[in-house]
């Protein structure tokens, strides 16, 4: 069955930076646009960026537009989520998710196929 196992997560200050990780397995990575969400308690969970199947395109949302990459590596069957200049506001559970088979730009929770369990980052001021 298709797994994907989050790390990287922890507690930063603010203006520091964070690298988060996504091992896939159970099907070709490569077949798939991946994306990060996120979720803040007591708040809906939000699209943060997506990546097509072969790198090219990267989508993010406006409010981690310039400080946030979003990467893969097909060969590690890895996703990955750079995160700099960090704020508080950035405080939240994430999680790495794999699109439908036909999805491209993975940047809906209804395109969402299947989820990680989900990693801590915590910023403080």
């Known amino acids: 069955q298709v797994q994907l196992v989050e790390s990287g997560g922890g507690l930063v200050q603010a203006g520091d930076s964070l690298r988060l990780s996504c091992a896939a397995s159970?099907?070709?990575?490569?077949?798939?646009?991946m994306g990060w969400f996120r979720q803040a308690p007591g708040k809906e969970r939000e699209f943060v960026a997506s990546?097509?199947?072969?790198?090219?395109?990267?989508t993010y949302a406006d409010s981690v537009k310039d400080r946030f990459t979003i990467s893969r590596d097909n060969a590690k069957n890895t996703v990955y989520l750079q995160m700099n200049s960090l704020k508080p506001a950035d405080t939240a559970v994430y999680y790495c998710?794999?699109?439908?088979?036909?999805?491209?730009?993975?940047?809906?929770?209804?395109?969402?196929?299947?989820w990680g369990q989900g990693i801590q980052v915590t910023v403080s001021s």
């Open positions: 998710a794999q699109g439908r088979r036909l999805t491209i730009a993975l940047d809906t929770i209804a395109e969402v196929d299947y």
């Open positions: 159970g099907r070709t990575f490569w077949n798939y646009a």
């Open positions: 990546i097509t199947r072969t790198g090219a395109t990267a």
